[in-house]
């Protein structure tokens, strides 16, 4: 591998771990933004690159942030950004799911957050945010029963069922949590096969239809983002993805590039572009997985690392 890559993206990095982006709305203002996704992503990409001191301090560095990503609303769930640091007007924006299961993926992958603290955050934070019968007829006709919505909804909306909460269900967010509910051995858990289902049935309904295909993934802007989430699901062991992903592998592949963003705002023309991710991504590109095989392309097939830092038990 070139060390210049590593270097590039150590350049990008604030002492705090965290890495930047930039908010572009559809008039074409820029507004610089550090969030807890955007770190999330770049480590996910290098998963597979073996370890090294310049990869090993970026992702310390990187885990450091997104431990101190924990929300409050609900506790020890995950938003895109920390509580008490983000923009002025996104104050009242909640945790989510999709945020919460990237994270503790990665917290959980390189030894910062232990099994047992993983699944009570699972428990408590991300199962009880699935789609009942009652909710089908006003959703998409792709999406399962027991599914997964996006946000969490606050601590007002659920003590009080009867109160509406806007929420979305997202292919992408229902990719992410089957990869964490896999990478815990918890297959059999609530909503597993409700959002392979939610998937399968998206892409079927979908077929080549761009608007369609864009529309199964609300938050994230490009095809390219719903086959690498299937294709990491599918490495940590959700095997019933594999023909979807082979369908998402030639969809994607006609698919705007990462010059379309890393994730934009629900259904919207505003988008967050992160060059640290683009880096990231060229990297992973280099030590990609053969899902199968039990070997990467260049280098052996690692075990997952453990930090020297205690897990959070």
């Given at each position: 591998m070139n060390g210049s890559e590593f270097s590039a993206l150590g350049s990008l990095q604030?002492?705090?771990g965290a890495f930047p982006s930039v908010i572009v709305s559809p008039d074409g203002q820029a507004v610089s933004d550090f969030n807890c996704f955007t770190a999330a992503i770049v480590l996910r990409r290098l998963r597979n690159a073996p370890p090294s001191p310049e990869r090993d301090k970026i992702v310390g560095r990187g885990l450091d942030w997104l431990t101190a990503c924990r929300s409050a609303r609900p506790p020890n769930a995950f938003s895109f950004w920390p509580d008490d640091d983000r923009p002025a007007w996104a104050t009242g924006v909640p945790a989510d799911?999709?945020?919460?299961?990237?994270i503790l993926c990665e917290l959980l992958r390189h030894g910062r957050i232990g099994r047992a603290a993983t699944l009570r955050i699972v428990c408590d934070a991300i199962l009880p945010c699935r789609v009942k019968a009652a909710m089908l007829p006003v959703l998409?006709?792709?999406?399962?029963?027991?599914?997964?919505?996006?946000w969490i909804p606050p601590a007002s909306s659920r003590a009080e069922p009867a109160k509406p909460f806007a929420n979305i269900v997202d292919c992408c967010v229902n990719a992410n949590v089957a990869a964490l509910l896999a990478l815990l051995g918890t297959n059999s858990f609530p909503g597993h096969d409700a959002a392979i289902q939610t998937i399968v049935g998206g892409l079927q309904w979908a077929g080549q239809d761009p608007a369609r295909l864009s529309s199964l993934t609300p938050f994230y802007p490009s095809l390219i983002y719903l086959a690498e989430a299937v294709d990491h699901a599918v490495e940590c062991g959700v095997t019933k993805l594999l023909e979807a992903l082979a369908q998402l592998r030639l969809l994607a592949a006609g698919a705007p590039d990462g010059?379309?963003?890393?994730?934009?705002?629900?259904?919207?023309r505003t988008v967050w572009h992160a060059p640290a991710a683009d880096v990231a991504r060229a990297i992973s590109s280099q030590h990609v997985l053969r899902v199968g095989s039990g070997r990467t392309e260049k280098d052996g097939f690692r075990e997952p690392e453990r930090s020297a830092h205690s897990p959070i038990l």
């Open positions: 604030r002492a705090d799911v999709d945020d919460t299961a990237i998409p006709p792709w999406v399962a029963e027991g599914s997964f919505f996006t010059a379309a963003g890393i994730c934009r705002s629900a259904y919207s």
